[in-house]
């Protein structure tokens, strides 16, 4: 469960983390209330999960009640990347000198913890790692050990936070490492971490990605899914018994079995393409299933090609088939923009209906990564 940055605030002050004063509005008149009551120099942030929100105008500035009318007008309501905002976040506006990065996940080769840190925060980490390897550190936490302070102040020297900083770096690490445990997260992300002008280091963004699988034991965020946005398709995958995940990239993957579905993932990953989202159509899909799952992922506008990956055990291949001419007959998508991987139970036979509807099939998941990833104009 992804949690909206002004929740991922809540969490992090009660953890000792230090955030920026603010409250959560969902009209303009609450946001005049909030300004009314605290008039300064403020943030005014669209509650959304997707990113790049501020490219988009999606974070505004106000200093008092009738300064705040015009922002919280604008991004109540507005779309970002097909996401609508319904809540604004307004926050104290703080005098930042300079931005780091902090986050702990979770290292899937290692299985441990993973500590990202930077001194170049503020932009995406993903472009650091390219631009500047050397201006991130990495420390995998054994977790039968656990966090220490000279964990910390390792992590703080090898990321190049500022002397004057890492003490206090060194205890909100300490921090977000054991709420990282105590929530089951997933992701726990920073970015800024920000250095004030008075020499206070506070956690200016909050990105909270919560393992779903461990929510029963958190029954006290039960309340914030109500404030979460929901995503059309997964609401519509989840009525028919589908997991549907959506990520950002522009190639659509169905596949059979979550093991598949991740090597799928890594595959396209490898061919040099971006996945846009995925579907597990699980063990013994039918054809009504197999033709859902299609109009489902293709319903996505960035999907610029779908690959389908089906390894038939009980899921047979001719009703695989069978599915995908049905999908491809009553809908919008078109054949020159699909691959499909088709083995296991009855390929023979599916092959055949495949055949005979003028769709080729390829031998191996790589091969249909990279074919996917060409047909949706990547590498």
């Known amino acids: 469960m992804k949690l909206l940055e002004y ?179 997933m992701l726990l992300e920073i970015n800024p971490l920000a250095i004030t002008k008075d020499g206070r280091v506070i956690a200016s963004d909050a990105k909270v990605d919560i393992d779903d699988n461990g929510l029963f034991r958190h029954k006290e965020l039960e309340a914030w899914k109500t404030d979460l946005p929901n995503d059309p398709l997964e609401e519509r995958a989840r009525k028919v018994g589908l997991a549907y995940v959506h990520l950002d990239g522009d190639v659509g993957i169905i596949g059979n079995g979550a093991g598949l579905v991740m090597g799928t993932l890594d595959a396209v990953k490898a061919a040099g393409g971006e996945p846009a989202n995925f579907l597990d159509v699980g063990g013994g899909a039918k054809a009504d299933i197999v033709r859902e799952a299609v109009n489902i992922v293709t319903a996505d506008p960035k999907v610029k090609s779908l690959f389908i990956n089906i390894f038939g055990g009980i899921t047979r291949g001719d009703e695989v088939a069978k599915g995908l001419v049905e999908a491809l007959g009553g809908g919008s998508w078109s054949k020159d923009k699909l691959v499909i991987r088709l083995t296991g139970t009855n390929e023979k036979e599916g092959r055949a209906v495949l055949q005979a509807n003028g769709i080729k099939s390829v031998e191996t998941m790589n091969e249909g990564a990279k074919q996917a990833v060409a047909l949706a104009g990547g590498a």
């Open 7 to 185: 929740q991922g605030k809540e969490l992090f002050a009660a953890a000792g983390i230090p955030v920026p004063a603010g409250k959560v509005a969902q009209t303009v008149d609450e946001a005049v209330a909030i300004m009314r009551a605290n008039p300064a120099p403020s943030v005014v942030k669209a509650q959304v999960l997707i990113g790049g929100r501020g490219k988009a105008g999606g974070i505004k500035f106000a200093n008092d009640e009738r300064d705040v009318v015009e922002p919280a007008t604008a991004i109540l309501g507005m779309n970002i990347k097909g996401e609508i905002a319904k809540r604004i976040w307004i926050e104290q506006r703080v005098d930042i000198v300079k931005e780091l990065y902090l986050s702990i996940t979770v290292d899937r080769q290692s299985k441990r913890p993973i500590i990202i840190a930077s001194a170049m925060g503020g932009m995406d980490i993903e472009e650091v790692a390219a631009t500047h390897p050397d201006a991130i550190a990495k420390y995998r936490i054994d977790p039968a050990m656990g966090y220490w302070p000279f964990v910390g102040r390792r992590v703080a020297r090898e990321a190049h936070i500022p002397k004057e900083a890492s003490g206090q770096f060194v205890d909100i690490l300490g921090k977000l490492y054991k709420l990282f445990f105590d929530v089951g997260a």
